[in-house]
C-alpha cells in the first residue's frame, strides 16, 4: 500500500512538471469556434461573498463569477475559503450557498476550459481544489442549505449534494443532476457515491448512464431536492431561512455527530486516496478521447448559444 501511495505520488509531482510542455494533440484545437472558452486563470478575488448574520447565526455564501458560476480551481478555492470563514466564526451555525447571478444559474460546474486543452501544470492543482471544496462542503460542521434558483448541472449538482438540504425553484428550465457520460467523463467514485446515498443505488445507476437532468419535478420525486417554491410561494431565500433555523434548534453537537454517522466514511475514504484519484483523473481527461468529445460539447454548447 504505501508503495502504491509514494508510486502515485511521484506522478502526480511529473504532471505538475510537465507544465511547461504543449498539450500533445493540438490537432484537437478547434479554437476558432471556442473563443467564448478561451480564459484560464481568474484574475478576480470577488467571486463570492459571504454574509453571516450572528444574530441569527445564519451566514449565507453568494456565488457570483459571471456568467455561469462555473467552477475554476481559483472559485473553488475562494468558496473553501468562504466555509471556513463561516467555520471560524463560532456564532454561526447555519450556511446557506446560493447564486447572486441575474441569469439565476446555480452553477454550471466544472469551468470546461479547466478541462479541455488543459495547462498541465494546474490540473492536478484543479482537481485538488475540487476533491478539497467537496471535503469542505460535505463535511462541515455547519447545517448547509442550498438554494437552487437556476440549472446546478454536474460540479454544480456536487455542491448541492453536499449540503444538508436543498431547496430548488420549480421552473422546468433549470435542470439538475449528473450529467458527466453526455461529456464523454464520469463522475468520480465519491460524487457518485453521493449520488447514490441521496437518490438510491437504481435511480443513481440510470442516471449516471445516460447522464440525466432532472427537472425540478423529477428531482423532487427521485429525492433530489427536499423542496420545491413555486412561483407564488414565500422567497426561495424565505423558505432557505426557516430552514437555517430550524437545524439551528438542534444542539449542534448531536446534529454534527449525527452527519459524520452518515459521511465520515466517504470522508475519510477520500482523505485516504487523494493523490491517486488526483492521478486518476489527470490521466483520464487528457486521453484523446475525452479531449475530443470535450471539444465538440464545448462547440455544441457555443452554437446553441447562436
Ligand atoms: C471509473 C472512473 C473512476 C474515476 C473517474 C475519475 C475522474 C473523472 C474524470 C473526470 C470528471 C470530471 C468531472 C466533471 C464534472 C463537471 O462539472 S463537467 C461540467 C459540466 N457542465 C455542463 O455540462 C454545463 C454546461 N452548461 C450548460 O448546460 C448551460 O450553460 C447552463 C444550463 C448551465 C446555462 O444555460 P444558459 O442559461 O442557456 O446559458 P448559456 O449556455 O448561454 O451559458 C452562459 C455562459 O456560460 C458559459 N458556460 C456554461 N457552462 C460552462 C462551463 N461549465 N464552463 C465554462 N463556461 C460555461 C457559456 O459558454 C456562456 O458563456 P458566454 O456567455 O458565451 O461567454
Known amino acids: 500500500m504505501s508503495v502504491h501511495v509514494s508510486q502515485s ?58 456568467p455561469a458560476n462555473s467552477l475554476s480551481m481559483e472559485m473553488m478555492q475562494s468558496i473553501s475559503g468562504a466555509i471556513r470563514k463561516a467555520e471560524s466564526d463560532r456564532k454561526i ?18 469551468e470546461l476550459t479547466e478541462l479541455y486543452q488543459p495547462d498541465l501544470a494546474r490540473l492536478p492543482k484543479f482537481w485538488e481544489s475540487f476533491q478539497q ?56 467514485p465519491w460524487l457518485a457515491q453521493q449520488y447514490i446515498d441521496v437518490i438510491g443505488n437504481r435511480n443513481a445507476e440510470l442516471a449516471l448512464l445516460l447522464g440525466t437532468l432532472f427537472t425540478p419535478q423529477q428531482a423532487l420525486t427521485v429525492g433530489l431536492v427536499d423542496e420545491l417554491v413555486c412561483s407564488g410561494d414565500s422567497s426561495i431565500d424565505e423558505m432557505a431561512q426557516r430552514k437555517a433555523a430550524e437545524f439551528i434548534r438542534i444542539p449542534p453537537k448531536a446534529r454534527v455527530a449525527a452527519k459524520e454517522l452518515t459521511r465520515g466514511t466517504q470522508i475519510a475514504k477520500l482523505s485516504g486516496n487523494r493523490e491517486e484519484d488526483t492521478e486518476f483523473f489527470c490521466s483520464f481527461v487528457t486521453t484523446d478521447t475525452v479531449q475530443k468529445t ?11 448559444k447562436k
Request: net charge positive.
Open 133 to 188: 471544496l467537496y471535503l469542505d462542503l460535505y463535511g462541515s460542521r455547519l447545517s448547509t442549505i442550498a438554494s437552487i434558483g437556476g440549472p446546478a448541472p454536474a460540479a454544480g449538482c456536487m455542491l448541492s449534494l453536499s449540503c444538508d438540504y436543498r431547496i430548488m425553484t420549480d421552473n422546468p428550465k433549470c435542470t439538475i443532476g449528473l450529467n458527466e457520460s453526455q461529456l464523454g467523463i464520469v463522475a468520480p
Open 9 to 66: 505520488a511521484h506522478k502526480i509531482q511529473l504532471w505538475r512538471r510537465l507544465g511547461s510542455v504543449q498539450y500533445r494533440d493540438s490537432s484537437l484545437l478547434q479554437r476558432q469556434h471556442l473563443s467564448s472558452f478561451s480564459s484560464k486563470a481568474d484574475r478576480n478575488d470577488d467571486l463570492v461573498t459571504l454574509e453571516a448574520s450572528p444574530d441569527t447565526g445564519v451566514a449565507t455564501l453568494r456565488m457570483h463569477r459571471s
Open 294 to 304: 470535450l471539444g465538440s460539447y464545448l462547440e455544441m454548447l457555443a452554437k446553441r
Open 93 to 110: 451555525q447555519s450556511l446557506i450557498l446560493t447564486s447572486s447571478l441575474p441569469s439565476g444559474i446555480f452553477s454550471a460546474g466544472l
